[in-house]
């Protein structure tokens, strides 16, 4: 069920600062809410969405840098230090003295990170038919490439500190 407030937001089509507003807090509820699902299905394997993106990135592209993976993220350093610590901590990653630079380390997925990688892209299935399996084929495409465009969009402005 929406939101009552983002509802009655969303309504006052004749007010564009609302609007746009609205929009965004309907953005944000559908990932807050699919978010909290994939925790949920998530959580018997002690992961979480961040940390699963993480087991992800380090099987797609290898064992990687904090910095790299920053990169790949777009998650802040204190956020991914965090996020490894606790990787590290359960033994899914390992981190290791890169080869070509000793000041840097490496971070690996372990063998209990592959496993527990596999049993989170099970779940990851199950939730995501629940979610959006609903959705036609062409429906989900069309929205992904809307938001494809939104996020490629928003990056050309600059973020404000403070």
């Known amino acids: 069920m929406?939101?009552?407030?983002?509802?009655?937001?969303?309504?006052?089509?004749?007010?564009?600062?609302?609007?746009?507003?609205?929009?965004?807090?309907?953005?944000?509820?559908?990932?807050?809410?699919?978010?909290?699902?994939?925790n949920d299905g998530l959580r018997p394997l002690d992961v979480d969405v961040r940390g699963l993106s993480m087991l992800l990135a380090l099987e797609l592209y290898g064992p990687s840098s904090q910095r790299r993976l920053i990169d790949?993220?777009?998650i802040d350093k204190s956020t991914m230090v965090r996020i490894i610590d606790e990787l590290e901590d359960a033994g899914l990653v390992r981190r290791e003295r890169a080869p070509q630079d000793r000041r840097a380390y490496s971070i690996t997925l372990t063998p209990a990170g592959e496993r527990t990688l596999a049993g989170a892209r099970r779940v990851a299935t199950d939730?995501?038919?629940?979610?959006?399996g609903w959705l036609r084929q062409d429906d989900r495409a069309h929205l992904v490439a809307l938001l494809t465009r939104l996020a490629e969009h928003t990056a050309k402005y600059p973020k404000r500190n403070g």
């Open 72 to 74: 790949l993220s777009g």
């Open 127 to 132: 939730v995501g038919d629940r979610l959006f």
């Open 2 to 38: 929406l939101d009552d407030l983002v509802a009655r937001i969303l309504a006052e089509d004749g007010d564009a600062a609302l609007r746009h507003v609205g929009l965004g807090m309907l953005l944000a509820t559908a990932h807050n809410q699919s978010r909290e699902v994939m």
